[in-house]
């Protein structure tokens, strides 16, 4: 199927951890995003790559660096968890870093941070 | 920076009846309105979406409506149906601006009763 994936669907650490989400897409997009989610369901953006470079950084702790090895992957690394990073994480892609441009979501990777 | 507001919050209807939701944005030179509909463990997914040069757009049961001059815009639903349970989100975003982003509202979780 084509689509947007995203492992692990849920991750249980403990604070002070290192933890890595992964996304690919198999779309053909040149655009992937990492957003946040959290217990309200107040959906944010993160991150966005065009093509294996960083486009959008919005004022996300140094403590998350996303990395594109390729424009179809878009992986989302956190150190030092904090009880704070609990949230669902979602991995977008889109055709191109341009509006009007729809917005394809995977499925999610809920983090809970002890 | 955008600023999006989402209203009601939560929103419960018989099924067959019509539901609507609102949403302000604060940023006049947003031009993309877009929205998405997330069931309980997927992403969000679109929907429908709006430019700027129009006022309304249809698609069978849904259909958005924009005020530029007021800054809002409108998600109705006509005959509801239970599949229709599911939380929506409005977003605004607008061209020129970095890789695309898209400013969220806080959601709308909208339960259709049979």
Redesign the interface.
């Known amino acids: 199927d084509t689509a947007v994936s995203q492992t692990p669907k849920y991750l249980v650490t403990q604070m002070g951890n290192d933890k890595s989400i992964k996304c690919e897409q198999n779309l053909g997009h040149d655009t992937m995003y990492w957003y946040k989610q959290d217990s309200k369901k107040f959906l944010k953006i993160m991150f966005s790559y065009n093509n294996k470079e960083l486009i959008i950084n919005e004022t996300v702790p140094n403590r998350f660096s996303p990395k594109s090895p390729d424009k179809a992957h878009l992986n989302l690394h956190i150190n030092s968890l904090e009880l704070g990073d609990s949230a669902v994480y979602f991995c977008a892609s889109s055709q191109a870093p341009l509006t009007y441009n729809e917005q394809f979501f995977g499925p999610g990777t809920r983090l809970t941070v002890l | 920076g955008e600023n999006v507001e989402q209203h009601p919050s939560t929103l419960s209807v018989q099924e067959g009846d019509s539901a609507v939701i609102k949403c302000t944005y604060s940023d006049s030179a947003s031009?993309?309105f877009?929205w998405?509909k997330?069931e309980l463990?997927?992403?969000?997914?679109?929907i429908i979406?709006i430019?700027s040069n129009v006022g309304e757009k249809k698609d069978q049961r849904i259909a958005v409506t924009l005020n530029k001059t007021a800054k809002h815009f409108s998600l109705h639903i006509t005959e509801t149906q239970p599949e229709d349970s599911a939380?929506y989100?409005c977003a605004a975003?607008?061209?020129?601006?970095?890789?695309?982003?898209?400013t969220?509202g806080?959601?709308t979780?909208l339960m259709v009763k049979p």
């Open positions: 031009n993309y877009p998405y997330q463990g997927k992403g969000p997914q679109l979406d430019r939380v989100f975003s607008r061209s020129g601006n970095a890789g695309n982003m898209l969220f806080g959601g979780r």
